[in-house]
């Protein structure tokens, strides 16, 4: 990754939708910079939007629906929900959100996924990782991770 994401790599992300992020783009909520007509943003444009309260609303609900979706819906083939949380070490947070962004744009079939930086009192941090889809890719993302 050139060190950018694209609004596909935040929707996916974040769990937010296209439009939600626009949304947040004119209200002032998510900064980026548009080159060549396309939305690009910095580890520090996303930090930003980690933090912004109602986004982590927004992103917790979505995750939250994830789970549910998965567990009220009709039984479907060969299909996995996964809650992972991940022990991050001190600066490795941007390392890890870039390799499961990677990894979940390299599949063939979508895979749901969110995902959440936490650090607690004692300052350790650690990752936790929502991903619904099929059993294969999933499985192969947690192994990459």
Known sequence: MNGFYSMEDLAAFT????RTLRNYLSEGRLSGSKEE????FSPEDLNGLLQDPGARR?????????VYDFLLGEPREDRCCVVRDIPVPDGGEEEL???LVDRVNREEEPVRFSYVFEVDRRGLGSARVVLVGPTAAVLGILQDT
């Open 37 to 40: 007509g396309a939305w690009r």
């Open 58 to 66: 927004a992103m917790e609900a979505n995750r939250n629906g994830a």
């Open 97 to 99: 959100r870039t390799r």
């Open 15 to 18: 769990g937010l939708t296209d």
